[in-house]
């Protein structure tokens, strides 16, 4: 009894993961681990990071299968993560996140003050960098674009260009984003303080005009015809966008516009960053690739946050000192997050300076940038 009881425990643990696990997959489960540390200790954008890091966790538990594709010849279907990977493969959940980012982005500041355009344009400076960087490393042209277009600090931009032009590398990719949109407070601010001097950061900028609600309708549209006749790639992004903000603004569809910023895009969420985390399989994420992708991440947001800083300080001084340079550095596009460093910076320097809402329309116009970017390397690689 004792030596079949005995010889039943052994072939359980001889059939079960602990015996298939490499050391590899359980270096992976550690950074899951360090993930959902991160998310849920630190709050560095829990929305997106835990579901990520869960997707880390289970991708790398030995024969789950969670996400492997159903076999050829086969009625046996699946893993459940493979079908819902669908919609990230297929570049429907990052349009449906645009989706509901549109329906909560106010693109009034923007519209008061149409330069913010420009900062959120050389905001993408880090993309190019990023690029040239990147290809004299050895990637490929395509893998350089995915890889640059970290800069533009845009999470759904990210994966969607991946997606379609290096697949490979989307965990790395995907997971770099995430983290540095997540560490803005920490990479942020040595930049500004470096860049800007202390009598820069202490101008108070003028109340922003008020925008009419005809402004606030036209404006998704306009920027829909203009942008997508120019780049016909981008329609996915650029469409959803403002198709949310127009809900939002037109105030003939409230429920359309409730239910598209909160369950539609909690769902999306729920379903893109597990999904996207569960592409990080040990054999593919560990290499030295990805140690370079996370360093290339860095130079692109870094030199992202710069280009903005720049201009912002030309702009200082051609409007003859009523620009606050530091609302540059929102053009990044992490909404709000990046607006926020920008107030709190400004606010160190002078606790009477209020830059939020003037923040805001570069931050917005970033966002529209980052996802002209993503046209123009798709229509050049794709």
């Known amino acids: 009894m004792s030596t079949t009881f005995t010889d039943t425990i052994m072939k359980i643990l001889n059939e079960s993961g602990f015996a298939a696990l490499t050391w590899q997959q359980a270096v992976m489960i550690a950074l899951a681990c360090v993930l959902i540390y991160l998310a849920i200790v630190k709050k560095f954008e829990p929305l997106l990071l835990l579901p990520i890091a869960f997707g880390v966790l289970l991708a790398n538990l030995p024969l789950t299968e969670i996400m492997n594709p159903p076999p050829k010849n086969s009625t046996e279907p699946g893993g459940l993560l493979y079908y819902l990977y669908m919609g990230v493969k297929l570049g429907i959940y990052p349009s449906l996140i645009f989706l509901g980012i549109g329906a909560m982005t106010d693109f009034g500041p923007l519209i008061a003050r149409p330069s913010s355009l420009f900062l959120g344009a050389a905001a993408q400076l880090g993309v190019a960098i990023a690029f040239v960087i990147a290809t004299a490393l050895g990637f490929s042209p395509a893998q350089a674009?995915?890889?640059?277009?970290?800069?533009?600090?845009?999470?759904?931009?990210?994966?969607?260009?991946?997606?379609?032009?290096?697949?490979?590398?989307?965990?790395?990719?995907?997971?770099?984003?995430?983290?540095?949109?997540?560490?803005?407070?920490?990479?942020?601010?040595?930049?500004?303080?470096?860049?800007?001097?202390?009598?820069?950061?202490?101008?108070?900028?003028?109340?922003?005009?008020?925008?009419?609600?005809?402004?606030?309708?036209?404006?998704?549209?306009?920027?829909?015809?203009?942008?997508?006749?120019?780049?016909?790639?981008?329609?996915?992004?650029?469409?959803?966008?403002?198709?949310?903000?127009?809900?939002?603004?037109?105030?003939?569809?409230?429920?359309?516009?409730?239910?598209?910023?909160?369950?539609?895009?909690?769902?999306?969420?729920?379903?893109?960053?597990?999904?996207?985390?569960?592409?990080?399989?040990?054999?593919?994420?560990?290499?030295?690739?990805?140690?370079?992708?996370?360093?290339?991440?860095?130079?692109?947001?870094?030199?992202?946050?710069?280009?903005?800083?720049?201009?912002?300080?030309?702009?200082?001084?051609?409007?003859?000192?009523?620009?606050n340079p530091l609302i540059g550095s929102a053009g990044v596009s992490a909404v709000p997050m990046a607006a926020r460093v920008s107030q709190t910076e400004g606010q160190k320097a002078n606790p009477s300076n209020y830059l939020l809402m003037h923040a805001m329309g570069p931050n917005v116009a970033g966002v529209i940038g980052s996802a002209i970017a993503a046209g123009v390397l798709l229509a050049m690689f794709g």
Not at 150 to 168: E, M, S, Y
Not at 252 to 262: D, F, H
């Open 145 to 323: 674009a995915s890889i640059a277009i970290i800069g533009g600090a845009d999470g759904p931009t990210a994966i969607f260009v991946t997606t379609r032009l290096a697949p490979a590398l989307l965990p790395a990719i995907a997971i770099a984003a995430y983290s540095y949109m997540a560490l803005i407070p920490l990479i942020q601010p040595p930049i500004m303080r470096l860049l800007t001097t202390k009598k820069e950061r202490k101008i108070k900028m003028e109340q922003l005009r008020e925008v009419s609600k005809l402004e606030k309708i036209v404006f998704p549209v306009a920027v829909t015809i203009i942008t997508v006749l120019l780049l016909p790639t981008v329609a996915p992004l650029i469409g959803m966008l403002m198709l949310g903000n127009l809900f939002k603004e037109s105030g003939v569809v409230e429920r359309l516009s409730s239910e598209v910023q909160n369950s539609m895009i909690n769902i999306v969420t729920i379903f893109l960053g597990t999904t996207v985390g569960a592409t990080a399989a040990a054999e593919t994420f560990l290499r030295p690739e990805t140690l370079k992708i996370i360093a290339l991440g860095l130079i692109a947001f870094a030199f992202s946050t710069i280009g903005g800083l720049l201009l912002g300080k030309l702009m200082c001084v051609l409007s003859g000192g009523k620009i």
